[in-house]
């Protein structure tokens, strides 16, 4: 073996004594167009490698979340060698929004307003496209290795897309809703739905405001119309380009994981994954389970990315 000598033991030091997560992360906003619309992103980039390519992470907030609350699962994928784009949904967190009339057509005025905290699956899912478009663009990323990571109503979000785009390798979908086929759906709800839809498509009602409604805990008004055309537990067994690792919290309160992450996981291809927490409850995966729930993510996204 030749002598490093002083000047390069010295050198290489610091690469010695200094652990792989404690390796410096950037962090830059960057703006990513969706139909028009400027989506707010987070970039978060690791230690910069001369020639290499970085595998990439796309993350997205659940319902009524934003990408702030993102930057703790961000910043450790980003030094496990990932480069990170969250991106904050049209209408919510610093993202701009496509604008509507305040009223009902008919009204004789024309005051528009920003359509701001709605719900509306088939946008998202269109606004986690672009961001993946974007991604695909950028330089020191490698294009052949990218994946997407969800939360909550974000988790069925992930699988519709990547259901989608085959350039998805690997998803990670935590505490998910995977959607309502039509055909499962309560008649009233049904009918309700499409009521709503059918009211609104000939201007008898507008769209709700900020906050207008809330869902138990969720801050966030569902447009009723997109959620009929939305059903990612039926887009599971197309994603057979893309490894899919689902983690469940055993006490779920929200929906019956039976039909959302056992059957979605069920129904995928391999290579998949199902991991339950125990002793937890949806929001638990954000408070005790969070350290499990990334190192089980940064995990998958090595195997499956790197």
């Given at each position: 073996m030749a002598k490093i000598g002083l000047f390069g033991l010295l050198m290489w030091?610091?690469?010695?004594?200094?652990?792989?997560?404690?390796?410096?992360?950037?962090?830059?906003?960057?703006?990513?167009?969706?139909?028009?619309?400027?989506?707010?992103?987070?970039?978060?980039?690791?230690?910069?490698?001369?020639?290499?390519?970085?595998?990439?992470?796309?993350?997205?907030?659940?319902?009524?979340?934003?990408?702030?609350?993102?930057?703790?699962?961000?910043?450790?994928?980003?030094?496990?060698?990932?480069?990170?784009?969250?991106?904050?949904?049209?209408?919510?967190?610093?993202?701009?929004?496509?604008?509507?009339?305040?009223?009902?057509?008919?009204?004789?005025?024309n005051e528009r307003r920003p359509l701001r905290e709605v719900v509306d699956p088939i946008d998202q899912a269109t606004d986690l496209m672009n961001a993946v478009h974007w991604v695909m663009g950028e330089p020191g990323v490698d294009p052949a290795r990218v994946g997407l990571w969800g939360t909550s109503f974000s988790g069925g979000l992930a699988v519709y897309v990547a259901a989608r785009e085959p350039r998805i390798k690997a998803v990670v979908s935590q505490v998910a809703w995977f959607g309502q086929p039509i055909a499962g759906m309560p008649a009233a709800a049904l009918a309700l739905s499409r009521a709503d839809a059918t009211r609104r498509a000939r201007g008898e009602i507008g769209y709700p405001g900020p906050s207008e409604r809330v869902i138990g805990n969720l801050r966030g008004a569902p447009i009723s119309e997109g959620f009929l055309r939305y059903a990612p537990i039926d887009d599971v067994p197309h994603m057979k380009h893309s490894a899919l690792l689902i983690i469940d919290a055993e006490r779920e309160e929200l929906f019956n994981i039976r039909d959302h992450g056992q059957l979605a996981h069920e129904r995928a291809a391999q290579p998949k994954k199902y991991v339950l927490i125990p002793g937890i409850a949806h929001y638990g995966i954000y408070g005790d389970a969070r350290p499990q729930a990334t190192d089980l993510a940064i995990q998958w996204f090595t195997q499956h990315l790197k």
């Open positions: 030091l610091p690469e010695l004594i200094m652990p792989a997560a404690w390796a410096q992360v950037t962090e830059r906003a960057v703006a990513v167009y969706s139909e028009g619309v400027r989506l707010h992103g987070s970039v978060f980039s690791p230690p910069a490698v001369e020639g290499k390519h970085h595998p990439a992470i796309v993350m997205s907030h659940g319902w009524g979340g934003t990408a702030a609350l993102l930057r703790p699962q961000a910043e450790e994928f980003a030094r496990a060698g990932f480069f990170v784009l969250a991106i904050d949904y049209r209408g919510w967190g610093d993202s701009d929004a496509r604008w509507v009339r305040g009223e009902p057509s008919g009204v004789d005025n």
